[in-house]
C-alpha cells in the first residue's frame, strides 16, 4: 500500500519575514508587528497603529540612533496612507505565493495590530474598492 506524501509548506510568516528582509525595510516592519514580533535591534514598531480621518496610517516608531546601540522613539510615526498601506500588504501576500487560508489571516493579523481607526465609512469603501 503506498501512501501519499506529504506536502511541507514553509511557514507563511517566514516567507514574509524573508521577502521584506525583517526589520530592514518599513514593510518588513509592518509584518513583524502584525505577527507580534519584536526585534532586539530597531528599527521596530511598538504597539497599535491607527488610522486618522484622512486616511495616514500613524504607529509608535523605534529607530536607530546615531551612536551604536542607541535607539530614538518616535510617537505616532507615519507609515503611510491608507491606500499604499492596502496595497502593499495585499501586493506582498501575492508575491510570496501565500494560500488563501494564510492570506486570511495575515491580513486579520493586520487589521488587528490596527488599533483606531478615524476614517468615515464612506472612506473605507471608496478606498477598498479601488
Known amino acids: 500500500m503506498k501512501f501519499p506524501q506529504p506536502v511541507f509548506r514553509r511557514d507563511w510568516r517566514l516567507k514574509l519575514i524573508e521577502a521584506t528582509q525583517g526589520n530592514q525595510s518599513m514593510l518588513g516592519c509592518v509584518v513583524l508587528a502584525a505577527i507580534g514580533r519584536e ?76 488599533g483606531t481607526d478615524h476614517r468615515d465609512a464612506a472612506r473605507i469603501r471608496k478606498k477598498l474598492l479601488s
Not at 542607541?70 to 496612507?81: I, K, L, Q, T
Open 39 to 114: 526585534p532586539e535591534n530597531p528599527p521596530y514598531f511598538r504597539g497599535k497603529a491607527q488610522i486618522t480621518a484622512g486616511g495616514d496610517v500613524l504607529c509608535d516608531f523605534v529607530g536607530r540612533g546615531s551612536k551604536k546601540g542607541e535607539s530614538v522613539y518616535h510617537v505616532m510615526a507615519r507609515v503611510g496612507d491608507d491606500e499604499d498601506f492596502a496595497r502593499n500588504i495585499l501586493g506582498l501576500a501575492i508575491n510570496c505565493g501565500l494560500n488563501e487560508f494564510e492570506r486570511v489571516e495575515f491580513l486579520a493579523r493586520v487589521n488587528a495590530w490596527i
